[in-house]
């Protein structure tokens, strides 16, 4: 959104607030800026925008200004510091008669869900920053077999891995059919929604394979969880 559509807006009182404007005086306070721009990320539709006026009062529209524009853009810069993960925004300073009114643009987000603050988690006796990855892990922990995974890799589960017409890692079928490779002795290293990541401990070698291939069961013979993982293109209700 330009700097002079949002001088229009406010010149013609289009700010009426709505599901994707909100306006507010210089004062706005810092935690209810992050919840109001974590809102927008994760609600505005992809192709459009969502503004946040400061320096408008938001009973009545009126033009108050902002006492320094470029300070109160550093002070909303160092508040979506806060939002994880990062939430990308663009700021304006839209000078009218009647004052300075700073306009920070939303767009749709393409990596929500955000939140208003980081995620943690524990390492040793320690509470950090949760990265990229183990946010993602945090995220899709309470979904179906990904929960399982997961909680597999938390307790370091020893589990089995059998290809069915399939060559484990490979992304191929197997030519000739009637193939099955097993792996007795996996651990899972990751898994992120999308794939899961298998450590061989013999061969001490990792390989990825998609979780829409990938079905748990239990081998009763060796006591443990079994992965079962068709051939790319072939549901695991047709394994040979």
Not at 42 to 48: I, Y
Not at 187 to 194: F, L, S, W
Request: net charge positive; charged share 25%; aromatic share 6%.
């Amino acid at each position: 959104m330009t700097e002079e559509k949002l001088r229009q807006m406010l010149q013609k009182g289009f700010t009426h607030e709505s599901s994707f404007v909100e306006r507010k005086p210089g004062n706005f306070k810092d935690r209810e800026a992050r919840k109001t721009i974590v809102a927008f990320a994760n609600s505005t539709p992809e192709g459009q925008e969502s503004v946040l006026f400061i320096g408008v009062d938001d009973k009545t529209g009126k033009i108050l200004g902002v006492s320094d524009p470029d300070a109160t853009q550093r002070k909303y810069s160092q508040v979506l510091e806060e939002c994880y993960p990062p939430i990308h925004c663009q700021m304006h300073a839209v000078t009218l008669t009647e004052g300075t009114v700073v306009a920070i643009v939303v767009p749709a987000s393409p990596s929500k869900p955000h939140f208003s603050g980081s995620a943690y988690i524990r390492q040793g006796s320690r509470s950090i920053k949760a990265n990229e990855g183990q946010y993602r892990e945090l995220i899709v922990s309470q979904v179906g077999k990904v929960a399982v995974l997961l909680r597999y890799k938390r307790d370091h589960t020893l589990i089995a891995v059998r290809g069915v017409n399939y060559k484990l890692g490979s992304l191929k079928p197997f030519a000739g059919g009637g193939h099955v490779e097993e792996i007795p002795d996996c651990k899972v290293e990751a898994c992120d929604g999308i794939t899961v990541t298998l450590l061989g401990l013999s061969s001490r070698t990792s390989f990825s394979e998609s979780l829409e291939r990938v079905t748990i069961e239990f081998d009763p013979v060796r006591n443990r969880p079994l992965l079962l993982i068709t051939a790319p293109g072939r549901s695991s209700s047709n394994r040979d």
